[in-house]
């Protein structure tokens, strides 16, 4: 029997894998140590509310997906326990939120990628190109009309007639 399992069945007082309550047994492991959830608050970097849902297994309040996912390892690597497998009773108590929203997290990644209004967006370039020619054309026609250059200052002399 693996560690994890014995302190599994010492906290939780149960043989049955699906008896195995995930928040009981890091409820119980994190006591075990002697360390109160701003210990562990401080060491994760989570929030004690959060370590407080988990421990209650009160999924509507916590962040799903990669993130719960994340919490429950670093969870895990404090208390010294295996990782995979504290992972595995998650997935078995949480299953469906958290592949379905990292599920959902993939799909609107590959959509906003493929989208033709993020391309479109890059396409503003020869809009700003176009405004730009616009102004010097516009700065240069004032600058003939006001005399500042002649066509044969600038060697255009051949475009006299559109001008006369």
Do not use: C, H
Request: glycine share 8%; hydrophobic share 40%; net charge negative.
């Amino acid at each position: 029997m693996t560690q994890l399992s014995a302190d599994m069945n010492e906290v939780s007082g149960s043989d049955s894998p699906e008896d195995k309550n995930l928040g009981v047994l890091l409820k119980g492991l994190r006591e075990k140590k002697g360390w109160s959830v701003s210990d562990v608050s401080n060491q994760i970097k989570f929030s004690s509310m959060q370590i407080n849902a988990l421990e209650a297994q009160k999924w509507s309040v916590l962040p799903q997906g990669f993130v719960l996912k994340g919490l429950v390892r670093k969870y895990a690597r404090l208390l010294g326990e295996d990782e995979q497998q504290m992972l595995d009773l998650l997935i078995r108590q949480n299953g469906a939120n958290v592949n379905k929203q990292e599920l959902t997290s993939l799909q609107s990644t590959a959509d906003f990628s493929a989208s033709e209004g993020y391309e479109s967006s890059r396409s503003g370039t020869g809009t700003w190109i176009f405004i730009i020619v616009l102004i010097l054309v516009v700065i240069a026609v004032y600058g003939y009309s006001r005399e500042w250059f002649t066509l044969e200052d600038i060697g255009l002399e051949n475009f006299r007639n559109l001008f006369n």
